[in-house]
């Protein structure tokens, strides 16, 4: 049975820093492309950034420059590594492979507020 636990949200200033994680079990991670989504209130999910197994990043234009993905696939994690952080940005974010699947985490809550 796959699993995805996400951690590392919080709240966090304007400007601030946030690192998530995503530890995945049950699957064959380093098979696969993965991402990091968000859903922010009354909004649809959005793909923020995904990688793929070779680790290879792409970014959504809202967050380049700023994001960081990363994945270790002998730990079967992937880390998401949010610099200048915005209110904009706030939102439960979730990891899933790429293209997305059945299987969510609980998704972890990230605040950006002064």
């Known amino acids: 049975q796959v699993q995805l636990v996400e951690s590392g949200g919080g709240l966090v200033q304007p400007g601030g820093s946030l690192k998530l994680s995503c530890a995945v079990s049950?699957?064959?991670?380093?098979?696969?492309?993965m991402g990091w989504y968000r859903q922010a209130p009354g909004k649809q999910r959005e793909l923020v950034a995904r990688?793929?197994?070779?680790?290879?990043?792409t970014y959504a234009d809202s967050v380049k420059g700023r994001f960081t993905i990363s994945r270790d696939n002998a730990k079967k994690t992937i880390n998401l590594q949010m610099n200048s952080l915005k209110p904009e940005d706030t939102a439960v974010y979730y990891c899933?492979?790429?293209?997305?699947?059945?299987?969510w985490g609980q998704g972890t809550q990230v605040t950006v507020s002064s």
């Open positions: 990688i793929t197994n070779g680790g290879t990043p």
């Open positions: 899933n492979r790429y293209p997305e699947n059945n299987y």
């Open positions: 049950g699957t064959i991670f380093s098979a696969y492309a």
